[in-house]
């Protein structure tokens, strides 16, 4: 069974940067399509950004395309969310997420598709 554990967040001034990570235990990480999520108070979680087992494919919320980057590191159990140009919009919990889907280069973005969570780290950006 995989477990996940998020950090990096923290505040940071708009058009600032954040990098959050999200450390895997378990023998499978590697073989999981993995996302990033974030939350407001009240809201449904929203999908921000994926990546397929090897890397090879990704995709992006379009709030999240052309500022954040999704990264994994397989070697480390790992994987990375480089937020930059950040709005205060941005303010959320973050949650990276293991999805059901293996060995695939599918992107799944719905969070039903996803059964391995973090505990969240929170993102906050002022003006």
């Known amino acids: 069974q995989v477990q996940l554990a998020e950090s990096g967040g923290g505040l940071a001034q708009a058009g600032g940067s954040l990098r959050l990570s999200c450390a895997a235990s378990?023998?499978?990480?590697?073989?999981?399509?993995m996302g990033w999520f974030r939350q407001a108070p009240g809201k449904d979680r929203e999908f921000v950004a994926g990546?397929?087992?090897?890397?090879?494919?990704?995709n992006y919320a379009d709030s999240a395309k052309g500022r954040f980057t999704i990264s994994r590191d397989n070697a480390k159990n790992s994987v990375y969310l480089q937020m930059n140009s950040l709005k205060t919009e941005d303010k959320d919990v973050y949650f990276c997420a293991a999805a059901r889907i293996i060995g695939s280069v599918v992107i799944v973005t719905t969070d039903d598709e996803y059964h391995l969570w973090g505990q969240g780290t929170q993102v906050t950006v002022s003006y």
């Open positions: 378990g023998r499978t990480f590697s073989s999981h399509t």
């Open positions: 990546i397929s087992w090897n890397g090879g494919n990704k």
